[in-house]
């Protein structure tokens, strides 16, 4: 009777992401469309909900949908989606590997992995934990970074970006050496926009200070708890019980293996190399356990 149940999310990030709004119908916070505390500084913030995953490529197979901006995810092994649902879609993919949904795509952006960035995740349990950035890898990009940048060719008014408020800078853990190249070339492309470059919206600390701003649950975010890795754990928006999502076509079988769910993993040698593990992808795991 004193048991209790607690979902885990698959990947690292999955509660952090929710957090943050990713969501059709939700904002960061799980706030909804139109609230004012978004729409008064976001003046732009759309109140129409938008489409979730099956109901994308059922657009996409219809030809409604005329581009498809795919950023970690890989939608068309996940979901079981027919490739030829987006024959007339403009496809993007922003990822680490060559996916079956990368495969599929116009332009592939290379990403930097979870030790090529700075910032920070939030497990399942709520918990904010601090990611250190190793160093730079050549021909990589951060996701955000990438996206801003898009967003620039698009139009999109970078400037307001810029976080105001009381900002507190950190180099949020990394070494020296790994902030240099990145630093460097964020100051090049800001300069370009004439961005005073130490009013970064890279700057992960900076990102913290809108999420502590705008997103409930962060602001009471203890930022020296973080960085000496003490437990940071995010306060809770509600209370009482929560509302599942009946939708069958929301609902596909995991087929994840003792050792890894296939989205990363799958490129290990190593993992690979595992017996139990070769049943995903047999022939190629019998290649690199010889």
């Given at each position: 009777p004193n048991a209790k149940f607690m979902c885990l999310g698959d990947y690292a990030n999955s509660r952090g992401a929710a957090d943050m709004g990713l969501y059709p119908n939700l904002l960061p916070g799980y706030a909804p469309l139109g609230c004012a505390a978004f729409t008064d500084e976001y003046q732009n913030t759309s109140t129409t909900p938008g489409l979730d995953i099956p109901q994308m490529f059922a657009a996409a197979k219809s030809g409604a949908l005329g581009a498809l901006y795919v950023v970690g995810a890989n939608p068309i092994a996940d979901?079981?989606?027919?490739?030829?649902a987006l024959q007339n879609t403009f496809v993007v993919v922003q990822e680490l590997f060559l996916t079956e949904t990368a495969m599929l795509a116009e332009v592939v952006l290379p990403a930097a992995s979870a030790y090529e960035k700075s910032g920070t995740f939030t497990n399942t349990y709520g918990d904010l934990q601090l990611l250190k950035k190793a160093g730079d890898v050549t021909g990589v990009r951060t996701d955000f970074e990438m996206i801003v940048r898009v967003a620039d060719r698009l139009g999109a008014d970078i400037r307001k970006l810029v976080p105001f408020g009381k900002p507190m800078r950190a180099d949020t853990g990394q070494s020296r050496g790994a902030q240099m190249g990145e630093a460097d070339r964020h100051g090049v492309w800001l300069a370009s926009k004439n961005i005073e470059p130490k009013l970064s919206p890279f700057d992960p600390a900076a990102m913290l200070d809108e999420i502590q701003r705008l997103?409930?649950?962060?602001?009471?975010?203890?930022?020296?708890?973080?960085?000496?890795?003490?437990?940071?754990?995010?306060?809770?928006?509600?209370?009482?019980?929560?509302?599942?999502?009946?939708d069958p076509t929301s609902i596909v079988p995991a087929d994840d293996t003792l050792f890894t769910s296939g989205t990363l993993g799958r490129y290990s040698n190593t993992l690979n190399s595992v017996i139990e593990n070769r049943r995903r992808t047999p022939a190629s795991a019998e290649i690199m356990a010889d």
């Open positions: 979901y079981n989606v027919d490739p030829s997103v409930p649950g962060y602001a009471n975010i203890s930022r020296l708890a973080l960085l000496s890795g003490s437990d940071t754990r995010t306060d809770a928006v509600g209370e009482g019980q929560g509302t599942l999502d009946t």
